[in-house]
């Protein structure tokens, strides 16, 4: 069962926007971050990106490189973040819920048994930060045994031969990029040119979701009324869980009402 066909028919039904929230697995313990995403889901959440903590993750930012280091502080078990994500599926049946994750990762759970492991678990998606569309192939064949939609990145600047590429493999939706570089917090509102939108939709139909940089409601307007189906916010919501995780009811208050802002603007 792949759950993105249901949400996003149910979204456009709505004329609505996707909010997508990502956020690091145990950043910044076990307990507080399926606090985190319990408040997510509550407060509009129409889908998850959940990020496996790894020690060298080449696509993020500083601000999800701390909150990868804070979570792998813990010595939490690969395990132990699978049982979370198990009893989330059970509490969300109809969430679509994918993971972001790094090669290596999948290599020491050698790459049959990760997808295994997701599928057992419910997971609708895997996206693997750094292994590129053409590098992708075993990984994107064992993901489709199991029946696990593969993400791939769209950059801004991609040529037709890049979209066209895509177009033959993506699954679920394209996770678009505001801009080139690496996750954080944007003051400018990284915007996508309607052209460049139209271009990538000559190829594909599947829904577009931008991500990067998103970090304001305007941002997330922009992106609806510029032909996306969504966004997907991350670095923004852990700085609220960076500068507040010692006071947690503080926190919680912050991502409650920034989740319901970014909800309320895909609307």
Do not use: H
């Amino acid at each position: 069962m792949n759950r993105y066909p249901e949400m996003f028919k149910r979204l456009s039904l709505l004329k609505e926007g996707c909010f997508v929230p990502f956020v690091i697995l145990g950043d910044p313990s076990l307990e507080i971050s399926i606090k985190i995403i319990e408040i997510l889901i509550k407060n509009g959440a129409d889908a998850l990106e959940i990020g496996i903590p790894f020690s060298d993750p080449l696509a993020d930012g500083p601000i999800i490189q701390k909150a990868s280091l804070r979570a792998l502080s813990k010595k939490n078990t690969f395990s132990e973040y699978f049982e979370i994500l198990k009893k989330l599926r059970a509490q969300n049946t109809q969430l679509p819920i994918g993971v972001l994750i790094y090669a290596n990762l999948i290599y020491n759970q050698g790459i049959d048994n990760f997808y295994w492991k997701c599928a057992n678990c419910g997971l609708d998606s895997v996206l693997i930060a750094d292994v590129p569309i053409e590098e992708s192939k075993i990984f994107y064949e064992t993901a489709n045994k199991y029946k696990i939609n593969s993400i791939f990145i769209c950059p801004p600047d991609a040529d037709d031969e890049f979209l066209k590429k895509i177009s033959l493999y993506a699954q679920g939706y394209i996770y678009v990029l505001s801009r080139l570089g690496i996750t954080g917090i944007e003051d400018k509102t990284p915007s996508l040119s309607k052209d460049f939108i139209k271009k990538i939709k000559r190829y594909n139909s599947l829904p577009l979701l931008q991500g990067f940089g998103i970090s304001n409601a305007i941002q997330v307007k922009k992106a609806i009324l510029s032909g996306l189906s969504g966004i997907i916010c991350g670095s923004a919501i852990i700085d609220i869980i960076e500068k507040n995780f010692t006071q947690e009811n503080i926190m919680f208050k912050k991502i409650k009402d920034f989740t319901r802002l970014l909800k309320i603007s895909t609307q």
